[in-house]
């Protein structure tokens, strides 16, 4: 909105030709998130505490040093960052794009889902939400309809194809079965990353690091002139989309403040659902979907752990792990809370570096 009073106003002004570029409204975003998160924050951890009481149940599964050490952490902090993300994309960003809606519109369902289960393990006081079928069926749907948008809006037959990393030409066509692909993406980041938020700050900073780089990934992809050179598949109207990932960052980057450990508060499946929902939408938008599983790692890693752990036992009735996800074999293992949110950063950093050299090994 924003965005459209200083547009009109360049006519009289020509310092405001500034807000033109896709760069200068993507850093204004991630400072507007920023601000928004740390002035906004302490009043809604305190709303947040008042109203859960006991805060966030622990698993009772998991580490025994949690039940003692997290116990009275108020969740859903995760309204925090959606509340910065919304409020710095709709002031920065090009509201007639399409892509910035359909992605808006997974953030937000995503977030909902993520809320509503959060909300029953509150007043129920108990770490069971509602049926995950359910839960499943309600993000396959949401992740459907934004494929299809996008599907519809993108060129053909790019916009229904997967394509290859270190490839420009090479597409795997899909055709309207591509809307299956594009929801197996979007539904499967928005669970890598939810189970990826186990510790304090663990889950928050590969987030940032991926939105970053999807950022970036973003403004070449939707650049005529910068797709050409780097041999990227040009994909019109998905520059906007930098805007959306610089208010991830500077939201998480605000949120980060306050989940840092030890967490005065937990994002809880209201951000982690919403914040890999919104990655992986954007992956689909800017064609990039493999290449996440890549800048996005980490997640898949965490998410891998538990699938070996689950599908291990089940056929021999043993554990590969001392404890799933990833990051609680190592809390079992002794290693401290800070070394293993820390390494995991760094690991998340370098999967990002190897995730972007792809767009210039073609």
């Known amino acids: 909105m924003l965005y459209y009073v200083l547009l009109k106003l360049t006519t009289e002004v020509s310092a405001f030709n500034v807000f033109r570029y896709l760069t200068t409204?993507?850093?204004?975003?991630?400072?507007?998130?920023?601000?928004?998160?740390?002035?906004?924050?302490?009043?809604?951890?305190?709303?947040?505490?008042?109203?859960?009481?006991?805060?966030?149940?622990?698993?009772?599964?998991?580490?025994?040093?949690?039940?003692?050490?997290?116990?009275?952490?108020?969740?859903?902090?995760?309204?925090?960052?959606?509340?910065?993300?919304?409020?710095?994309?709709l002031l920065w960003a090009d509201l007639s794009?399409?892509?910035?809606?359909?992605?808006?519109?997974?953030?937000?369902?995503?977030?909902?889902?993520?809320?509503?289960?959060?909300?029953?393990?509150?007043?129920?006081?108990?770490?069971?939400?509602?049926?995950?079928?359910?839960?499943?069926?309600?993000?396959?749907?949401?992740?459907?309809?934004?494929?299809?948008?996008?599907?519809?809006?993108?060129?053909?037959?790019?916009?229904?194809?997967?394509?290859?990393?270190?490839?420009?030409?090479?597409?795997?066509?899909?055709?309207?079965?591509?809307?299956?692909?594009g929801m197996l993406v979007i539904v499967g980041a928005g669970n890598a990353v939810n189970i990826t938020d186990g510790l304090d700050g663990l889950a928050i900073m590969p987030v940032m690091i991926a939105a970053a780089s999807y950022g970036l990934i973003a403004y070449l992809v939707g650049n005529f002139v910068f797709a050409e050179y780097l041999h990227l598949n040009f994909v019109k109207g998905t520059g906007e989309l930098a805007v959306i990932c610089g208010a991830l960052f500077g939201a998480g980057l605000g949120f980060l403040w306050f989940n840092a450990p030890p967490a005065m508060i937990f994002m809880g499946d209201t951000g982690s659902l919403a914040l890999g929902g919104c990655l992986g939408a954007i992956a689909v938008a800017v064609k990039h979907e493999i290449v996440l599983m890549v800048i996005g790692g980490l997640f898949v890693l965490e998410t891998v752990s538990v699938i070996v752990q689950v599908a291990s036992f089940k056929m021999t009735g043993k554990r590969v792990f001392a404890m799933a996800p990833l990051h609680h074999h190592f809390e079992q293992k002794g290693w401290k809370e800070p070394t293993i949110v820390i390494r995991f950063w760094i690991i998340a950093f370098v999967l990002a570096l190897v995730g972007l050299s792809t767009l210039k090994l073609r």
């Open 25 to 89: 409204r993507t850093g204004m975003a991630i400072l507007t998130a920023l601000f928004v998160v740390f002035v906004f924050g302490p009043k809604i951890i305190s709303l947040l505490k008042i109203k859960q009481g006991k805060g966030q149940p622990i698993r009772t599964d998991g580490p025994q040093r949690h039940i003692i050490e997290k116990q009275g952490t108020p969740t859903m902090g995760g309204l925090m960052i959606l509340f910065g993300v919304f409020v710095a994309t």
């Open 97 to 181: 794009n399409l892509y910035v809606w359909a992605v808006l519109f997974v953030t937000l369902g995503y977030g909902a889902i993520g809320f509503y289960d959060d909300y029953l393990k509150v007043t129920r006081a108990s770490v069971r939400g509602f049926s995950g079928k359910s839960r499943l069926l309600a993000e396959f749907i949401i992740a459907g309809i934004a494929v299809f948008i996008f599907m519809n809006i993108g060129a053909k037959p790019l916009s229904s194809s997967l394509a290859i990393p270190f490839f420009k030409d090479f597409l795997v066509p899909f055709g309207p079965f591509f809307v299956f692909v």
